[in-house]
């Protein structure tokens, strides 16, 4: 069971729309000389706080933007690059357009703030890497527009492409059509999943689940009763999970099965090429060629996180262990979260921090929520969501932004703690003092520094 993925779900819910960060400043990391590192390798901050080499580092700037309060706020500047005025954001796309809500239509604007796809949409998904987003229309259509908002596929139900294909619904059942609309795979379905890298996807036919090749073909046959998709992390030897009756196997991209079919749980192989299972209630690790590689001992646990620790519940608390079961981490946590990167959240007494992959902690427990960022590298954190007190952590557990009310003022301030952009909540803000009123909320673009 994918126990930190529940909980991370449960605290996002908790998650208020005006989220904030706090001028805490987290201890540095890593050596005397203040570099923190990976175990990749990759340097991430210098002692001085400058943004060293990444692998996000090649990413256009838009895309380490924070979607903040209806603007986007840019890390490296410290300030917002699109001053708040939406009522909804999302990330930028690789093609430097983001879906934004303006009331409650959907459209798209450029890295300026420009819209540049009216808002007409019931809903729009960001763009993908084929070119095309999904989007819904006031009439109840759903269809691709391409970057000039043209709508170039009408579906009544499509899901994102992937792997080049996109999962359409036609007089009740599914298939394929390519990125130019046409149908690719017959619509002979009765559900049907994206393609994973392999080149194969889920499907149900005659109430079995088995697996299409990208020709429609049905290369593992439809008998089982439950079936993820292959694992995309694990390179050679993907694995599935599939199930008959309540209990569950691994199979192989050839469908012969590696783990018979016994188990009362078990998971897609992570990134180190292990999947999590169950059996007689407790949890354990196996690898690839269903051979136990950590013993069922655990009474919860989660997958791997790609840095190779996973959180493990024992009888008192939880901690972190490696792929070969060492413990990492004490087991001394109630709640244990999944990595991003070498960082993690964990909790205790209702209070939550977070760690390093060393297991030293890098923030008090000063949280009420934390959940990963739609931004690489930052958790979203919630000091008090009654009072609105949310923002954005770095890896070394310092703010990024925060938002905090002052006095009748929501203020966002930056790493620095310098206000960069606040709301007036009370009426009679003057427009000429730079005020905009949108519904019942007036927002004012603050300079650096401005109080």
């Known amino acids: ?16 729309v005006f989220a904030g960060c706090a001028q805490h400043k987290g201890n540095d990391q890593g050596s005397d000389t203040g570099i923190a590192k990976l175990d990749s390798g990759d340097l991430i901050y210098s002692k001085n706080r400058e943004r060293l080499a990444t692998p996000e580092a090649n990413k256009p700037a838009w895309m380490k933007w924070i979607p903040l309060e209806g603007g986007y706020f840019d890390p490296e500047r410290k300030d917002f690059a699109i001053a708040p005025r939406f009522s909804g954001v999302s990330p930028f796309s690789n093609n430097g357009l983001a879906a934004v809500k303006i009331g409650n239509k959907t459209g798209f604007i450029n890295t300026q703030g420009k819209v540049v796809i009216p808002a007409k949409y019931e809903w729009a998904n960001n763009f ?12 109840g259509k759903s269809g691709f527009i391409n970057e000039q908002g043209r709508m170039l596929i009408t579906e009544s139900y499509a899901y994102d492409f992937s792997n080049g294909l996109s999962v359409v619904k036609s007089g009740g059942k599914f298939g394929y059509i390519n990125t130019q609309g046409k149908r690719a795979i017959p619509a002979d379905f009765e559900w049907a999943g994206n393609f994973s890298n392999n080149g194969l996807a889920v499907v149900k036919k005659s109430g079995k689940y088995g697996y299409i090749d990208q020709l429609g073909k049905l290369v593992i046959p439809a008998t089982f009763d439950k079936a993820n998709s292959f694992s995309d992390n694990v390179g050679d030897g993907r694995t599935a999970s599939v199930g008959i009756g309540g209990k569950f196997g691994l199979i192989n991209q050839e469908g012969k099965l590696v783990a018979p079919i016994e188990f009362e749980y078990i998971s897609n192989a992570s990134s180190n090429g292990l999947s999590l299972f169950k059996k007689g209630g407790k949890y354990g690790y196996m690898n690839n060629q269903g051979v136990v590689a950590i013993a069922n001992q655990f ?30 981490i004490p087991f001394e946590y109630d709640l244990c979260g999944s990595f991003v990167r070498e960082t993690t959240w964990v909790e205790k007494s209702g209070k939550i921090s977070l760690i390093n992959s060393a297991g030293k902690k890098i923030t008090g427990f000063s949280f009420e929520n934390v959940a990963k960022s739609p931004v690489d590298d930052t958790w979203k954190a919630v000091v008090n969501k009654d009072k609105n007190e949310y923002g954005y952590i770095d890896q070394l557990g310092a703010w990024v932004v925060k938002v905090e009310m002052v006095d009748k003022f929501m203020v966002a301030k ?38």
């Open 1 to 16: 069971m994918y126990i930190s993925k529940i909980i991370n779900i449960l605290k996002l819910i908790s998650i208020i």
């Open 128 to 139: 993908t890497n084929s070119g095309l987003a999904l989007v819904k229309e006031a009439g």
């Open 299 to 328: 009474r919860n646990a989660d997958i791997f996180s790609e840095n190779g620790l996973a959180a493990v519940y024992a009888d008192k608390g939880c901690g972190y262990i490696n792929g070969k079961g060492q413990k990492i």
């Open 414 to 451: 930056n790493s620095e703690g310098k206000i960069v952009w606040k709301t007036g909540l009370a009426e009679g803000m003057l427009a000429d003092n730079g005020v905009v009123k949108i519904g019942n909320l007036m927002w004012m673009r603050c300079t650096v520094g401005q109080t």
